[in-house]
């Protein structure tokens, strides 16, 4: 089956082939930006273009479009953004709904979001730069603000009751990011999506300032706390580790998910639907069948824990018991 949406990126990329034309780093389909004598050779260029045009759906592409169409008010992306937000954005198009961008700078993307998502969408940019309302339009209003100030987002909060999509693309420092996501969390009378650009930030030594943490590793903290609201379905009580503070897993109830992509992370906070999670039986009876969970063997049991700063070899330690008692040492087995 062929859809409109590959046509388009076959003409994308029949436009981009090597030999058409040399001075690859100018077309206007798609200008990458490399450090000084860091260029990409031709033919991984054509590679690197392809593979990015072919990893985009319909919804990826246009938005791709919307926002090269706007090349007079320069903007800058990672190219995996552009699927991330179409995954997380796409049932928002065509739509009445509000988005807030936090970073207007030429308002390169105020635009590009208000042609994707379409008429019905109102759009408003964020900047700390008093400058940034000379770009307000119709269809697109500005607001002077200071991302990293709490008193600011409980006066807009109040006073833009009906937003739907929050998108950081600010100072993208630890502390703003974090005073956003928190500021959000706490004043959201409604489903909220947040996503936060440039998360890759977290790992880069100039933007963490004096703090330990970062943005990445307080989402992932966050991510136990998601884990941890089924404590509260009244099932299995004693099975829960008992030196979990229920205040704290509370307090982030109002997170529904979190998805994480190469440098952007998207949540859906929302105070109203479904805060605890129950178990359900789809009939008035237990299951019959015994679950044979604790009876596997395992094998192959020595990896290297994840950890790019600090990569570590790891064992599963875990003596596992058998359905005929039989004690498994994994540690042992490896030897
Ligand atoms: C990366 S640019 C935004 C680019 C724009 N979203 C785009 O894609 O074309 C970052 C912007 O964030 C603004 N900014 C920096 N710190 C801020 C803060 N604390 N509050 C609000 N805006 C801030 C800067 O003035 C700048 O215009």
């Known amino acids: 089956m062929t859809s409109d949406w590959q046509f388009a990126n076959e003409f994308f990329?029949?436009?981009?082939?090597?030999?058409?034309n040399t001075d690859l780093f100018n077309q206007p389909d798609l200008i990458?930006?490399?450090?000084?004598?860091?260029?990409?050779?031709?033919?991984?260029?054509?590679?690197?273009k392809n593979s990015f045009f072919e990893s985009l759906d319909t919804h990826a592409l246009e938005l791709f479009n919307a926002w090269s169409n706007k090349s007079e008010h320069c903007s800058l992306k990672v190219s995996t953004y552009?699927?991330?937000?179409?995954?997380?954005?796409?049932?928002?198009?065509?739509?009445?709904?509000?988005?807030?961008?936090?970073?207007?700078?030429?308002?390169?993307?105020?635009?590009?979001?208000?042609?994707?998502?379409?008429?019905?969408a109102r759009v408003i940019g964020i900047d700390i730069n008093p400058e940034a309302k000379e770009l307000e339009k119709e269809g697109i209003e500005i607001i002077i603000g200071n991302q990293a100030?709490?008193?600011?987002?409980?006066?807009?909060?109040?006073?833009?009751?009906?937003?739907?999509?929050?998108?950081?693309?600010?100072?993208?420092?630890?502390f703003q990011q974090a005073l956003t996501f928190f500021c959000i969390l706490c004043h959201a009378k409604r489903k909220i999506q947040?996503?936060?650009?440039?998360?890759?930030?977290?790992?880069?030594s100039n933007f963490l300032e004096q703090n330990e943490e970062s943005f990445v590793s307080l989402m992932k903290q966050v991510i136990d706390n998601?884990?941890?609201?089924?404590?509260?379905?009244?099932?299995?009580?004693?099975?829960?580790?008992?030196?979990?503070d229920l205040q704290i897993v509370k307090e982030y109830q109002k997170i529904q998910s979190l998805c994480f992509y190469s440098g952007l992370i998207s949540m859906k906070?929302?105070?109203?639907?479904?805060?605890?999670?129950?178990?359900?039986?789809?009939?008035?009876?237990?299951?019959?069948?015994e679950d044979l969970r604790h009876s596997g063997s395992i094998t192959g049991v020595k990896f290297t824990w994840p950890d790019p700063t600090k990569p570590r070899d790891v064992?599963?330690?875990?003596?596992?018991?058998?359905?005929n008692k039989l004690l498994v040492d994994v540690r042992k087995k490896t030897k």
């Not at 709904?97 to 998502?117: D, F, Q, R, Y």
């Not at 906070?269 to 069948?289: E, H, Q, S, V």
């Open 269 to 289: 906070i929302d105070p109203l639907k479904g805060l605890i999670p129950l178990y359900l039986y789809n009939a008035n009876r237990r299951t019959k069948k």
């Open 149 to 174: 100030d709490p008193t600011f987002w409980e006066v807009f909060l109040k006073e833009n009751n009906d937003i739907d999509i929050i998108i950081d693309d600010g100072g993208h420092q630890y």
């Open 32 to 48: 990458i930006d490399t450090d000084d004598n860091q260029s990409w050779a031709s033919e991984e260029l054509v590679m690197l």
């Open 194 to 204: 947040l996503i936060v650009e440039d998360t890759s930030t977290s790992f880069f």
């Open 315 to 323: 064992l599963f330690k875990g003596l596992v018991e058998s359905k």
């Open 82 to 120: 552009f699927q991330a937000y179409a995954d997380q954005l796409h049932s928002y198009r065509g739509r009445n709904c509000t988005l807030v961008e936090i970073g207007v700078m030429e308002g390169g993307s105020l635009l590009a979001w208000k042609e994707w998502l379409g008429p019905g």
């Open 226 to 244: 998601l884990n941890l609201k089924q404590i509260f379905s009244k099932k299995g009580l004693s099975n829960w580790r008992n030196e979990i």
């Open 13 to 20: 990329i029949n436009e981009m082939s090597a030999d058409k």
